[in-house]
């Protein structure tokens, strides 16, 4: 079996993230940052670990929210006012939003006219924008694709006014995930062909998130060309934003379970863990994709110990439908299953569903000392959500 003793040391189940992996990745935004003269912003809807916003507050220009949970947990915790954006603004949270924020932007004409009067009335300085939709992605799951046919995100050109609308000084699109520079490239012609008219009259362009920047093999220096190229083309935008989540928390971190049984199903060994993929890893089944296992690998003709990993709940299709895995030793209960890379859109998406417990989360810090930050179980917060 693959050497998982230092995990030992941690509860079960537990999210784990490493505080030098994270650095590193903050450390490498941070010189895309001032090589391109830009600004990098965490979004917490991709990595909202935070016990570590201090850290990140030292690299990152500040942090994007969807909602008024986000903008609020980024003031008080990163202490610095939120880039907002959200498809819909609620009446009776949108002074709250206001307060918290530094740039908000709209996702329709109707949204900004609704809501105008009390926005240019707030006495803080706050900069407003809209989403446009460019009509142009290169994602391939359609769940997570903004710029598909019909879709309810970003205003097409053509709803556009000739001008920007007064007091509107930025515009935001949004259409990668998980993309490289040359993706951004393609989306960026196909912005400037739309909006290029509008964007000659901004402060501030906001290139949304999706950069997958802190990838092994992403282009950096063809990013910050990019970049550079683009502000170059427009001197008058004062500040060029790119708000990355996944690419701030990429493989700093591991989800940490054990094996509670082994099932045989007619052939079918099935390793049934401590965690469920519907309440823990809902990627798994949404996105879908397969998660690393360390030291589990692909099976093939010659393997023998091939198994399926099961989750808790009792969701039928609670476990991982992208195929099993190979381990060097048959697997038997308490035995460790360690999912790697667990730290971005995985903790942010959990649910409570079948009341199934939630694994605690965890540091290692720079000096290699665990801080254990919550303890698995949430009784009190799964009674609380249901009331």
């Known amino acids: 079996m693959a050497d998982l003793s230092k995990y030992e040391a941690f509860p079960s189940p537990c999210y784990v993230m490493f505080e030098d992996a994270l650095e590193a990745n903050l450390q490498l935004l941070n010189l895309v940052q001032e090589e391109a003269g830009v600004s ?40 610095t006012e939120a880039h907002t954006y959200a498809p819909v603004y609620l009446e009776e949270e949108f002074e709250s939003l206001l307060y918290y924020s530094s740039h908000l932007t709209f996702n329709s004409l109707n949204q900004w006219y609704k809501y105008k009067e009390k926005a240019i009335a707030c006495p803080k300085k706050i900069s407003f924008g809209l989403r446009v939709n460019p009509e142009y992605s290169e994602i391939e799951t359609d769940l997570y694709n903004p710029a598909l046919p019909g879709s309810r995100l970003g205003i097409l050109h053509e709803n556009m ?44 362009v906001n290139f949304g998130g999706g950069h997958h920047i802190t990838r092994v093999d992403y282009d950096v220096p063809h990013l910050i060309q990019l970049l550079q190229d683009f502000k170059s083309r427009y001197p008058n935008i004062e500040d060029v934003i790119l708000e990355p989540g996944e690419a701030v928390g990429w493989q700093t971190g591991v989800l940490v379970s054990t094996v509670e049984d082994v099932l045989d199903n007619r052939g079918t060994q099935i390793a049934m863990l401590n965690i469920s993929f519907s309440c823990h890893l809902p990627d798994c089944l949404e996105m879908p994709y397969k998660p690393s296992v360390l030291g589990a690998s692909e099976p093939n003709s010659e393997s023998k110990n091939v198994y399926r990993l099961g989750g808790s709940s009792c969701l039928a299709g609670d476990y991982i439908g ?47 000392s665990f801080l254990l930050l919550s303890e698995p179980g949430d009784y009190d917060d799964y009674k609380k959500k249901l009331s």
């Open 322 to 368: 992208m195929g099993d895995f190979a381990f060097e030793e048959p697997l038997e209960p308490g035995d460790l299953i360690v999912f790697d890379d667990m730290i971005h859109y995985t903790m942010v998406k959990t649910t409570y569903f079948n009341g199934v417990k939630h694994p605690g989360i965890g540091v290692v810090k720079g000096d290699g």
């Open 40 to 79: 990098i912003i965490c979004a917490l809807k991709g990595f909202a670990f935070w016990h570590s916003f201090p850290l990140i507050r030292n690299y990152l220009a500040g942090a994007t929210a969807s909602s008024l949970n986000e903008a609020r947990l980024i003031v008080e915790e990163m202490q």
């Open 161 to 204: 006014p000739e001008h920007l609308p007064e007091h509107i000084e930025g515009l935001h699109f949004h259409v990668l995930c998980e993309n490289d520079s040359y993706a951004l490239e393609n989306s960026l012609k196909a912005f400037e062909a739309k909006f290029g008219h509008l964007i000659k009259e901004c402060k501030w």
